[in-house]
């Protein structure tokens, strides 16, 4: 399949970004949580689950969709966010708790929303599938030609909300695409010790759905295997399964002390990084000069330190403002 | 002067009408559930429906709760108006991450730019011996949830203002009808299943309660079920010289604490009824509210009268016992009065 041009540098610069952007938050969180790590401390307070190294999954398929489509995430977000293309100041001003933030500051880092690109998130497992299913039975009911994205993790592929959901896709033949990143653990436990299935795209079977696998992080196929499920979808011909095999470089959460791998584990993962590859890639393949790609990297740097800007000079929200939006 | 006809309509068929006038009148209302569709909803309440307005609009899902209650948060999302029917409240176990999690919060954590105007309709109520799984109201449980508009109406011509009021809300808003008030052929045949209802489309706003008997001496708030046993009660109280005034609380969220406090500045007692369970319960919030702001109108202490803190019974003589009734309401009235 050949990929148009602007595709792979979207897809590029957009994990680049990614990147950059869990490093910064990465740093962030960190601040006033030395020597002593106090979960409650310092300018980003509460968990934080970062995307590092998961960054093909979000662009892979993003890539695909437009305003109108929609996309549910779980706890680890940042990276769909970004690829759907949340307001990313008013992202980062929502995961500092400020008043311009998504969410006035109600919602932090697992509670996302942003309804102008159809965005929201979720810090319970499993449990945006059926809204995600909510989105393609409108899609459908209204008569366009609009998808719903629904990101999970493979632990929650074990979940009831998964199976029920899928079953009611299939029954209704909705447009609805459930992209499985698994990263090998569900917090601490391997996939192989959680799940029955080598893989869940296995499990579409179950459904009489298509499913889709793609191997090793790979930013490429992930966008073959979307493309085809996402243009499945928009043609009336039903939902899909698709499992990335992918990596997390990161802790479950920060703060994870990560007693249940091997040390060298990430680094030999880091090895054989997606984004790496995608840039010697673009300049051997397709014959991009490198100095395009700093330009586009720069620009993607200057992006994330605006926002992080923005969310640093953004004001709390008044402290009775707690009381305000239960009702609209 | 000429006597206007009054129409008459059971509880279930008062629900199915406002749903379908709401259903005529907006493209984007639909409903899902099990059995909602040619059965008509287990309790009725979406009788009629599916033959005016087909499978496309009136749902039938598999009995994947989780699932459905979480599609009309996503549909809700989108613009849709979903009524979405939970068989029995009982079941509110197997999906209520969706509920209170989901549905009850995502509005306040988008700092309001998402908007879930659901109406989750679902069946409570015992005294016909199905047993601790089937017959619970669990009014409490989602009461104390903020998040969620919970309403309980009591008469046909409620049901019917309350249903058009959640299905125009934008707020999520949990709409419990009581099995035994929707005037079904197979439960027990009560007077006040049955009542006055006009054709047109109506409200009767969320939030407010109703004083159905006005009295001087004490004054006795109920729900569903338990604003007739009061009723009943009352006109017992009346041949024994005792005027009793009833609330029919209608809605627990919002409560409208401004119609009981005025109530005992005028009767200085209070019993609250409740057909859920005793212990951090419906009775205890009112109890709490006539203590916090209503203390020096009171001549004696509230007294509550609900289900003892067990599991709803089986057998007859046992779930009996349990629930409030109208005589056991006339005794604890008696009780107060004399004190």
Known sequence: MTISIDHLIWMYETMYKIRYYEDKMAEAYAEGKNPVFNIGAGPVPGEMHLATGQEPAAVGICVHLKKEDTVTSPHRPHHHAIAKGVNLNRMTAEIFGKVTGLGKGKGGHMHLFDPDVKFSCGGIVGAGIPHALGAALAAKKKGTDWVAVAFIGEGAANQGAFHESLNMAALWNLPLIVVIENNQYGISVPKSASTSVPSNDIRAVAYGIKGYYVKDNDPIEMYNVSKEAVERARKGEGPSIIEIETYRYLGHFQGDPEVYRDKNEVALLREKDPIVRMRQFLMKEHGIEEQRLIELENKARQEVEAAYQFARESDYPEPEDALKDLFV | ?339
């Open chain 2, 1 to 339: 002067m000429q006597k206007t006809k009054q129409r008459l309509l059971t509880g279930n068929k008062a629900i199915a009408e406002a749903i379908r006038l709401e259903m005529e009148r907006d493209p984007n209302v639909f409903v899902m559930g099990e059995d909602v569709g040619v059965y008509g909803g287990i309790f009725g309440a979406t009788e009629g429906l599916f033959q005016q307005f087909g499978p496309k609009r009136v749902i039938d899902t598999p009995i994947s709760e989780t699932a459905f209650i979480g599609a009309a948060i996503g549909a809700a999302a989108e613009g849709m108006r979903p009524i979405v029917e939970l068989m029995f409240v009982d079941f509110f176990g197997v999906c209520m991450d969706q509920i209170y999690n989901h549905m009850a919060k995502i509005p306040y954590m988008s700092g309001g730019r998402v908007k879930l105007p659901i109406v989750l309709m679902t069946a409570v109520g015992g005294g016909y011996s199905d047993a601790a799984q089937h017959s619970q109201t669990l009014y409490a449980t989602f009461a104390h949830l903020p998040g969620m508009k919970v309403v309980a109406p009591s008469t046909p011509y409620d049901l019917k203002g309350m249903m058009i009021s959640a299905i125009r809300d934008d707020n999520p808003v949990v709409f419990m009808f009581h099995k035994t008030l929707q005037g079904l052929g197979w439960m027990d045949q009560l007077d006040a299943s049955v009542g006055h209802v006009p054709e047109e489309a109506y409200i009767v706003p969320i939030g407010k309660a109703k004083v159905v008997r006005e009295g001087t001496d004490i004054t006795i708030v109920g729900i569903q079920m338990t604003t007739h046993h009061a009723l009943e009660a009352a006109k017992k109280l009346e041949q024994h010289g005792i005027q009793a005034e009833v609330i029919d609380l209608r809605s627990l969220v919002p409560l409208d604490r401004e119609t009981i406090l005025q109530s005992i500045k005028k009767t200085h007692r209070l019993l609250v009824v409740d057909e859920d369970y005793l212990s951090y319960g419906m009775t205890a919030e009112i109890a709490a509210l006539a203590a916090e702001e209503g203390l020096y109108d009171l001549d004696a202490p509230v007294r509550r009268l609900a289900v003892p803190d067990v599991p709803i019974p089986y057998s007859r003589p046992l779930e009996q016992f349990v629930l409030p009734n109208a005589d056991k309401i006339f005794h604890e009235a008696m009780k107060l009065v004399n004190e």
